[in-house]
């Protein structure tokens, strides 16, 4: 699957971190739009599909639990990845019952988050054959 076909959404409450990963993730040939805050993301989703999205698990407001469930009833195929620092096993067995793709703890790295990305990207064309 070409990356140039490939578009991430992600959602932080933390603009270091939207930063951050725009930046990377463009540089690695993504196309990135970031989001501040739940509510703004799920508007979105209203008139843009995502083929990847991130997104903080908890936030203010609307939630990563608020947003998986926005993006997988906007677009079924979505890959959600959630990034929390919390890793509770409840929180992580609903959005797996939701359909969250996978999860990243923070401190984020990199690495970590590309593996990830590249993973659902060969889901995604998997799921187009």
């Not at 959404?9 to 463009?26: G, S």
């Not at 990135?32 to 908890?58: C, E, H, P, Q």
């Amino acid at each position: 699957m070409a990356k140039d076909k490939c578009r991430l959404m992600v959602v932080d409450d933390e603009p270091i971190v939207c930063r951050r990963l725009k930046q990377v993730l463009e540089k690695a040939g993504y196309d990135v739009d970031i989001f501040g805050s739940g509510s703004s993301a799920i508007d979105r989703l209203d008139n843009m599909s995502y083929d990847i999205i991130m997104t903080d698990l908890k936030m203010e407001g609307v939630d990563g639990m608020k947003i998986l469930e926005a993006a997988k009833i906007k677009n079924p195929a979505a890959k959600v990845i959630m990034i929390t620092g919390f890793a509770e096993m409840e929180t992580a067995r609903e959005a797996f019952r939701k359909g969250v793709f996978d999860f990243i703890s923070k401190p984020v790295e990199i690495d970590v988050i590309k593996e990830v990305i590249s993973k659902a990207e060969r889901e995604i064309a998997r799921l187009k054959k």
